[in-house]
Structure formats: C-alpha cells, structure tokens
C-alpha cells in the first residue's frame, strides 16, 4: 500500500557526537582551535540542572536536542510528494559562548529535507538556545559537532477520533453508499424533507449541511450541523428528521474485509411552500 502524503506524519531525529584527535596539542587561554574530539562534548541546554553524572547530562541533553528539532521541524512538501525518506547529517561549531556557527550539510537526501533540517539549526541562536560548550583538559573550547536528523513518514490512520469519541473511517476498500446510489438520495431527500409551517410568514430560504455518521451496523447519528441561513431550531428538527429517516438504507463502509463507521454530507435546502 502507498504511504499516504496526507501529513499525518512522524519526523524521528537522532544524536550523534562525533570526533578524532584535537587538533593541536597546546591550548592557551585564546585558543580558537575547533576541536573535534573533546574530553568533554558540548550539551543541549535543559540537563545541566540535573544533580547526576555527567553521562546522564549527556544522554539528558540528547534527548532535548532531539525534542527541540522534532518540535520545529516541517516535514517538506516536496519529500513528501516523492515519498523521501533518510537520514540528513549536519555539521556545526557550538562557540565558546555555547551558541551555534558555520552550520553545513555533510550528507542531504534530497527534497528540501537537508535544507529544512538546516534551518532548524540555524534558528538555535534566534531561538535564544545556548548550549553548554565543550571542554578539553579544563578549559571552554570550540568544538564540532554532527547531527544525524532521520525524516521518515507515517503512514496516517485509516480513521480519525471525533470529540465526542467517535470512530469515523476516512480509508476504506469499499466507500460508505446509499442503496440506489446518490440519485436515489437525493430523491428521497427531496420527499421526505418538510418545510416547517413557522418560516411561511418570513419566507425563509436556506441551506443546511448535516454529517451524517453511519455505524458499522447500519445506524446512523449526526456528528455535525451547519446552518448558513441562520434558519433557526425549527428547520435544524426537519433536518435532522430527513437525514436521521435514512436508517437501514445505507450500505457501511468495508475497511480491510470488516465494516467499518463512515461519514456522508448531505446538503439540504429548504424553500416556502406557500
């Protein structure tokens, strides 16, 4: 089955500090060496609070790194449309002062994913996020660091959950239908439909669109109403009463062999009978 694009998607990032040898060996108090193994490697703000080893910080401040990135990142329409997924790799400096520079894509996928994952980085110093800069032998020094960002989509539900806890299918095999077809709906529709007596001596015309939900058994209930005219009480009753009256009509939506709950709008207008 296709991956649907509807973006119902999940972004998973993940943290990876990379390094070699630094490289110089001497470091005085204006060192701007960009070291690229440090004793100590520079954290995502958020964990330094936390009275634990510095191991925990680490893990700590991977996970807030991942949060910050999976909060503010947009999966792009493009890589979307083209169904891409993968890993993007950035590269960055964390300054002595813990803010980002010379943020650069190592490894890109294609989609506009490298550059929406570029931009999230690039947004840190707006964003006021001052990480906790790396040290070597004691001493605050600039360092590298690499960050794997993994863009995959989810394929999204088959059915959304309404306010009030109901199951409504928007996949299925076979779609919700009207016995005769939606002709005969209408025609039914048109019969049943009464215009009540209160709006004669305004002439009231208007419009009214109900969301008719049919269960899996054949019953059906209104999950929503929408009166445009501002017709009133009485013309939500006869309304109701027409869309409600399609009981036992209706052939329920079929999802992977089983039947399934469903929604169909029906439009209703209402015109002076006299």
Do not use: H
């Amino acid at each position: 089955m296709r991956k649907s694009l509807n973006p119902l998607l999940w972004l998973f990032g993940c943290v990876a500090f990379f390094a070699a040898q630094p490289t110089t060996i001497g470091q005085t108090a204006g060192d701007a060496t960009i070291y690229q193994v440090v004793e100590d490697p520079a954290r995502f703000p958020g964990c330094e609070a936390v009275d634990t080893t510095v191991e925990f910080k680490r893990q700590c401040a991977s996970q807030q790194l991942l949060a910050f990135v999976y909060q503010n990142v947009r999966y792009p329409q493009e890589a979307l449309e083209k169904n891409i997924e993968g890993s993007v790799v950035l590269t960055f400096v964390v300054e002595k002062d813990g803010l980002i520079s010379s943020p650069k894509i190592i490894k890109d996928i294609g989609g506009g994913c490298g550059i929406e994952a570029l931009r999230v980085i690039g947004a840190m110093n707006e964003a006021g996020v001052v990480w906790t800069p790396a040290k070597n032998k004691g001493q605050v020094v600039r360092s590298v660091v690499n960050l794997p960002v993994r863009f995959r989509i989810k394929e999204a539900p088959a059915f959304t959950i309404t306010a009030y806890g109901d199951s409504v299918y928007t996949r299925f095999d076979e779609a919700l239908a009207y016995e005769g077809g939606e002709e005969a709906l209408a025609a039914y529709l048109d019969s049943r439909l009464k215009y009540p007596p209160v709006g004669n001596d305004s002439c009231r015309v208007g419009n009214i669109d109900i969301q008719l939900l049919v269960q899996a058994n054949g019953d059906v209930r209104i999950l929503d109403l929408t009166d445009y005219n501002d017709l009133g009480f009485d013309f939500w009753y006869e309304a109701i009463d027409a869309a409600t009256s399609t009981l036992g009509k209706w052939k329920p939506a079929v999802y992977q062999g089983r039947k399934v709950p469903s929604a169909f709008d029906i439009s209703l207008s209402f015109t002076p009978t006299i």
